[in-house]
């Protein structure tokens, strides 16, 4: 909000924060980024911002690094200390990504019979994408396209290789490129940081992201992790694939209110609201793995491949 207009004072943020969504407030402030006619600055102090914690903890040369694995295509073309220097410099965070565990369990399985058959993201930043080929190239001398980074419907996909779908665009740090290479490499104009493009996506049936959820939903198991379930959008795409489900057993003569899915959750602490949170997705075919820490995540995602 600073960024887009330098003179607002503490009460008038405060203020704008406790009246307007989040949504809108990111919004607003692209609004005034437009009436500047200044809309890629808008891009750039979103990636600055988003990466503000990870580059605070890194020097020059490992900002360099990170940057540069963040923005690679070809894993290959990144030497091994990039790799290595990117492990290394989010373990230092004072608080640990859970995607640190995550991409270490993608990498061991990212060739085995279990592997995922997709990843579909909804962050914008490819933290977990980059640190996933990071252990590929650090502890299984690996360092092929096995992860295939789309953000659009008309992105090239290779037989063998695991589609990674960022539905909300991607948005890697900028470095010293230009908003037209950016776009060539990532998903900016996919972004779904503003309420105006939340609302064109939620209210399109036939939006790249819903076909794309719907077809991995419909015809595999979903693991959802870190997800809230309040995003009504989601939970109609769910809705929509279970009712299809439930009604194609029932057509069978199965009576069965089936659920496939799985959401790992933080357990709550008690048995009466861990049932509330269970019933509140139940209807939309996903079952709760209670977690008592996000630090064991990776272990309870490898028990289940295992």
């Given at each position: 909000?600073?960024?887009?207009?330098?003179?607002?004072?503490?009460?008038?943020?405060?203020?704008?924060?406790?009246?307007?969504?989040?949504?809108?407030?990111?919004?607003?402030?692209?609004?005034?980024?437009?009436?500047?006619?200044?809309?890629?600055?808008?891009?750039?102090?979103?990636?600055?911002?988003l990466?503000?914690?990870?580059?605070?903890?890194?020097?020059?040369?490992?900002?360099?690094?990170?940057?540069?694995?963040?923005?690679?295509?070809?894993?290959?073309?990144?030497?091994?200390?990039?790799?290595?220097?990117?492990?290394?410099?989010?373990?230092?965070?004072?608080?640990?990504?859970?995607?640190?565990?995550?991409?270490?369990?993608?990498?061991?399985?990212?060739?085995?019979?279990?592997r995922?058959?997709?990843?579909?993201?909804?962050?914008?930043e490819?933290?977990?994408?980059?640190?996933?080929?990071?252990?590929?190239?650090r502890?299984?001398?690996?360092?092929?396209?096995?992860?295939?980074?789309?953000?659009?419907?008309?992105?090239?996909?290779?037989?063998?290789?695991?589609?990674?779908?960022?539905?909300?665009?991607?948005?890697?740090?900028?470095?010293?490129?230009?908003?037209?290479?950016?776009?060539a490499?990532?998903?900016?104009?996919?972004?779904?940081?503003?309420?105006?493009?939340?609302?064109?996506?939620?209210?399109?049936?036939?939006?790249?992201?819903?076909?794309?959820?719907?077809?991995?939903?419909?015809?595999?198991?979903?693991?959802?992790?870190g997800?809230?379930?309040?995003?009504?959008?989601?939970?109609?795409?769910?809705?929509?694939?279970?009712?299809?489900?439930?009604s194609?057993l029932?057509?069978?003569?199965?009576?069965?209110?089936?659920?496939?899915?799985?959401?790992?959750?933080?357990?709550?602490?008690?048995?009466?609201?861990?049932?509330?949170?269970?019933?509140?997705?139940?209807?939309?075919g996903?079952?709760?793995?209670w977690?008592?820490?996000?630090?064991v995540?990776?272990?309870?995602?490898?028990?289940?491949?295992?």
């Amino acid at each position: 909000m600073r960024k887009a207009d330098p003179g607002l004072d503490d009460a008038t943020v405060a203020f704008l924060r406790s009246n307007l969504t989040p949504e809108s407030v990111i919004e607003s402030a692209r609004h005034q980024f437009k009436k500047a006619g200044d809309d890629e600055s808008f891009v750039s102090i979103l990636s600055k911002e988003l990466y503000g914690a990870l580059k605070a903890h890194a020097s020059a040369e490992e900002w360099a690094a990170i940057t540069r694995a963040f923005t690679t295509w070809t894993p290959a073309k990144c030497p091994l200390e990039v790799w290595t220097g990117l492990i290394d410099s989010v373990e230092r965070l004072p608080d640990r990504p859970s995607a640190l565990g995550v991409a270490q369990v993608l990498a061991r399985f990212a060739k085995d019979q279990v592997r995922p058959k997709a990843i579909l993201s909804f962050n914008a930043e490819p933290l977990l994408l980059a640190l996933t080929e990071a252990f590929l190239a650090r502890d299984h001398q690996c360092q092929e396209r096995i992860f295939l980074p789309t953000a659009e419907s008309t992105a090239l996909q290779t037989a063998h290789g695991i589609p990674y779908y960022f539905c909300h665009g991607r948005l890697p740090p900028l470095r010293d490129f230009s908003i037209t290479k950016i776009r060539a490499i990532s998903g900016v104009e996919k972004l779904v940081f503003s309420e105006s493009e939340y609302l064109l996506l939620a209210n399109s049936v036939f939006s790249w992201q819903a076909a794309t959820f719907l077809s991995h939903c419909m015809r595999h198991t979903a693991v959802f992790l870190g997800l809230s379930f309040t995003d009504p959008n989601l939970r109609r795409w769910l809705a929509w694939a279970h009712k299809n489900r439930v009604s194609e057993l029932a057509a069978k003569g199965i009576n069965d209110d089936s659920t496939t899915h799985f959401w790992i959750n933080r357990d709550p602490g008690t048995e009466r609201v861990r049932s509330w949170v269970e019933n509140s997705v139940a209807h939309l075919g996903v079952r709760l793995i209670w977690i008592k820490d996000w630090s064991v995540v990776a272990q309870t995602l490898t028990s289940m491949l295992e």
